[in-house]
């Protein structure tokens, strides 16, 4: 099998497997979502912890119904003065539009952006560049740091311009129910992988492979 076959081959794996994944997480109920949101909190504050990370600025997506709660990560955040971004799409929603990112204050005002995803309705930009963790959303991860994104590849490629956690950039989170971390997914050459899966039951460090 060619390259281009076994990459043709993943693209088609992957979108099977976003429609199972979506699937499961519409019979989800809100009380799981919080739950979950609260549990995986405690869990990434410790990893920070356990690191002794120097911590000022949050990257972290504002979370749909539908995904794991990245609320309560966010109101914590706040609460011990560091700053949080979240990221902002293009009013196009053109997969090609580059993703940007503002500063989210504990009483900014949100607004549903493209993709029904929240956003603050008063963008304060900031560069991503210069946080210690980001929190990166996923509908799949496996235990070599792949991740299964939702296909638009925004989040691959603001993560391809970023340095890498072991060549000193930000660690990067992935946020998932625990049935959504997986053996193995299929993978392109353009995915970025993440360092620490975070589940409801634990946080883990992905083993590259």
């Known amino acids: 099998m060619t390259s281009a076959d076994q990459d043709h081959a993943a693209a088609q794996a992957k979108a099977a497997l976003r429609t199972q994944m979506r699937t499961g997480r519409r019979l989800r109920t809100h ?7 609260l549990s ?3 869990y990434a504050l410790q990893v920070w912890q356990e690191l002794d990370l ?3 600025q949050v990257a972290c997506y504002l979370s749909r119904p ?3 709660d990245t609320q309560p990560l966010i ?3 706040q609460a011990r003065g560091l700053g949080v971004l979240v990221p902002i799409l293009g009013a196009s929603a053109d997969p090609g539009d580059p993703m940007t990112w503002a500063l989210l204050r504990a009483d ?3 607004e549903l952006g493209p993709f029904g995803i929240a956003q603050p309705q008063t963008v304060v930009s900031m560069p991503v560049e210069q946080v ?3 929190i990166i959303p996923a509908l799949a991860v ?3 740091g792949n991740r299964l994104g939702q296909g638009g590849g925004y989040f691959d490629r603001a993560l391809s311009g970023i340095r890498s956690w072991q060549a000193g950039g930000p660690l990067r989170m992935g946020w998932v129910f625990a049935d959504e971390f997986l053996p193995a997914l299929p993978a392109q050459d353009h995915d970025e992988r993440i360092d620490v899966v975070v589940t409801p039951d634990s946080a883990r460090w992905c083993v590259r492979q």
């Open 75 to 77: 109101t914590a955040c």
């Open 40 to 42: 995986m909190c405690a």
């Open 142 to 144: 496996d235990a070599a």
């Open 54 to 56: 120097s911590i000022s």
């Open 31 to 37: 009380r799981e979502v919080r739950q979950a949101g």
């Open 132 to 134: 210690q963790v980001m």
């Open 108 to 110: 900014d005002p949100v």
């Open 66 to 68: 539908e995904e794991p």
